[in-house]
């Protein structure tokens, strides 16, 4: 593989970012200036500055003008992680707090500086490239799209997604897809499928409060599993909860969860699968922030180490392309037919051009291109947030590490009610998502979910300066 000017900088940005993690390079340490640095490492001037820039971007280092650079960031210095959530004994009857409506209000206000939205803004998507893609799919499209395409979706989109599952593990073909509008159209023709009003489904704890609403709109229990901030859902106690709880089926983000950003290892997705084999219970698997990882791969999926068709991948272009579009998918296995039918009756078929549009732009090769400079941003964006967390909130916070995804998950003392802080904060037009939504259980109350999906600017700084000084006064 040629190494561009772009694969080199980076390679040394993350080489000296590696050192700084270990501590080799300790807050106060000078690095070797832009012309030793080209020197040593036989790059050009301008590489080496690049690297220095983008160390800088992500808070890690400072320039000081007529010195040199310095480093400023030391991760012992960073917060303790959130515990693992307690257990609970029952599955609850869905009643989804009002909370929930009046901070989705808040989401849209531009006068407010949000934190509030896992989903990233628009100056991170690729409108012109996308806008492209849309001409060239009316022009290919017979009569310009006007016409119903296929139930089970645009044949040249579900290609192209089984092109694309290679890099999750996936070996699927076109005829394996079902399209959607968006992922929560996927999971609620997932979940409609599988389960009947009053039976119970496994969620996260704390779990996204869509995924409450949709079980409340469909007449579900649910049971709310521990989950690990790390590494996701606890196994073992949802192996001994499956025959106790009748549980009948299971919905989970296992790649950076909403709202704690923990990733399932690859290891316990395969333990995850073989559970429910045993029991014969489905997994509805939330992928929608998958392509979000700041790793070196993309992490697998449950789906990967499905043989028996229990598993329904579900995921959207929404988080990464183009929100707008309502352009999702699933890979239902063994319940392909029965997602057929629902789709038929609930909507017919999907959009046609926003589909073509997404096929064309995938096919042109531009998604992986625009993913990598997204995640690069994202990444950034994330050690900007925690560092300032760090400075501005009191130090017995606990913040989580997620490795991908738009959203960290801050515990405060127990003291600190968030939604109370939520209302103070309004007023100061900062927004955040309070933690009491993410459960059905009276918990999470001094918790709190921040996204850093907008770009670092002052306006972003001075938001989490303020949580802060509100925190401490609550406190």
Known sequence: ????????????????????????????????????????????????????????????????????????FSPRRLPEMPKKCEAVRDACEVSVH?????????????????????APPESLLPAAKISKAMIQALRKTPYAGVGYEPVQGNPGLRRQIARHSV?????????????????????????????????????????????LQLAESLGL???EVPTDPTTGVDLDYLDKAIPRHKIKACLFVTNFTNPLGACMPDKHKQQLVRILE???????????YGDMYFGKERPAVCKSFDTSGLVLLCNSFSKSVAPGYRVGWTLPGRYKEKILQMKRNHSISSPSLPGAAIACFLE?????????????????????????????????????????????????????????????ALRQKVSFAPGRIFSLQDRYNNCMRISYSNPWSKQIDDGLKTLGRLIRKLA
């Open 1 to 72: 593989m040629i190494k561009t000017a772009e694969h080199l900088y980076i390679q040394i940005a993350e080489k000296l970012e590696l050192l700084i993690e270990k501590e080799v390079l300790k807050i106060g340490d000078k690095l070797p200036s832009v012309r030793t640095m080209s020197e040593e490492q036989g790059v050009s001037m301008s590489t080496a500055f690049q690297a220095y820039y983008h160390l800088e971007s992500k808070g890690l280092i400072e320039s000081r003008p007529k010195s040199g650079y310095y480093v400023i």
């Open 98 to 118: 009002e909370m929930i409506s009046t901070v989705s209000q808040s989401m849209s206000n531009q006068e407010i500086t949000r934190f509030t939205s896992a």
């Open 364 to 424: 042109n090769g531009r998604y992986e291109h625009h993913l990598r400079s997204m995640r690069k941003i994202l990444h950034t964006q994330y050690m900007r947030h925690l560092q300032a967390i760090r400075d501005y909130f009191p130090e017995d916070c606990c913040v989580t590490r997620p490795q991908g995804g738009f959203v960290l998950w801050v515990e405060l003392d127990p003291a600190v009610n968030t939604y109370e802080l939520y209302e103070l």
């Open 221 to 223: 229990k649910v049971l």
């Open 167 to 211: 890099l999750w593990g996936g070996a699927v073909s076109e005829d394996d897809v079902v399209t959607t509008s968006g992922c929560m159209d996927a999971l609620t023709l997932c979940l409609s499928a599988i389960t009947q009003p009053g039976d119970t489904i496994a969620l996260e704890s704390p779990s996204y409060y869509g995924s």
């Open 278 to 288: 045993k029991y014969e219970i489905p997994l509805i698997e939330d992928d929608i």
